[in-house]
Nanobody, 132 residues
């Protein structure tokens, strides 16, 4: 049973930091790509960052590059998103999602994995609110 659980959201001031966690279970962690996505009210879900648990390849959206860092702890089957220098426009519900590396390669090749439509398994989101 593939499951993902996002946690760590909260209310912070602009310029502050949060670390989100995504605990995954029910599949071979090293064989999956894990992504972070966010959805603000009235907006479409967008990719934030992703990581291949096998080889560590990462991607970031232009809006978070240099401020956010994705990492994985394979022993704990957990992916983290360290968010620094937070801005009000980062306010959204943040979701983690997973897809097998094989399916990613078949569908997408070896390019960016920030398209939400690539992912079949989703966790419940965690709210991040950044005040100005």
């Amino acid at each position: 049973d593939v499951q993902l659980q996002a946690s760590g959201g909260g209310l912070v001031q602009a310029g502050g930091s949060l670390r989100l966690s995504c605990a995954v279970s029910g599949f071979t962690f090293d064989d999956y790509v894990i992504g972070w996505f966010r959805q603000a009210p009235g907006k479409e879900r967008e990719g934030v960052s992703s990581i291949s648990s096998r080889d560590g390849t990462t991607y970031y959206s232009d809006s978070v590059k240099g401020r956010f860092t994705i990492s994985s702890d394979n022993a704990k089957n957990t992916v983290y998103l360290q968010m620094n220098l937070l801005k009000p426009e980062d306010t959204a519900v943040y979701y983690c999602a997973a897809e097998s590396t094989i399916n990613i390669l078949v569908t997408n090749g070896v390019g960016s994995t920030l398209d939400p439509s690539l992912y079949d398994y989703w966790g419940q989101g965690t709210q991040v609110t950044v005040s100005s």
